[in-house]
């Protein structure tokens, strides 16, 4: 009894973690983003990174870029550029929202 309320707890404290994890409606972060030199104004959701070379990232907004190793904003987060922040990511993809 007591393992399967455990499980049962854990099960739930996982959901809910996803569930903060996922991002809900998009806003729009406002400033601009620089990827590789080209800028997206009030940029939102999922940006396509260099395949072959990491790409250089200005952060000139107000919210955290995410890095993430999948093409398609998927797989693991490799690094957070902060408001404000420069960086080479070596991942694939970035969200901003």
């Known amino acids: 009894m007591m393992r399967r309320t455990a499980?049962?707890?854990g099960a739930c404290a996982a959901a809910a973690m996803l569930a903060l994890a996922t991002p809900g409606t998009a806003q729009a972060a406002q400033g601009v983003l620089f990827i590789d030199g080209a800028p997206n104004r009030d940029p939102s959701g999922c940006f396509p990174l260099g395949d072959f070379a990491p790409s250089k990232?200005?952060?000139?907004?107000?919210?955290?870029?995410?890095v993430w190793t999948g093409p398609s904003c998927?797989?693991?987060?490799?690094?957070a550029i902060f408001a404000g922040q420069v960086a080479i990511a070596a991942g694939r993809s970035l969200y901003i929202e």
């Open 57 to 66: 990232v200005s952060n000139y907004t107000r919210g955290t870029a995410w």
């Open 74 to 79: 998927d797989g693991e987060v490799m690094q």
């Open 7 to 9: 499980r049962l707890l």
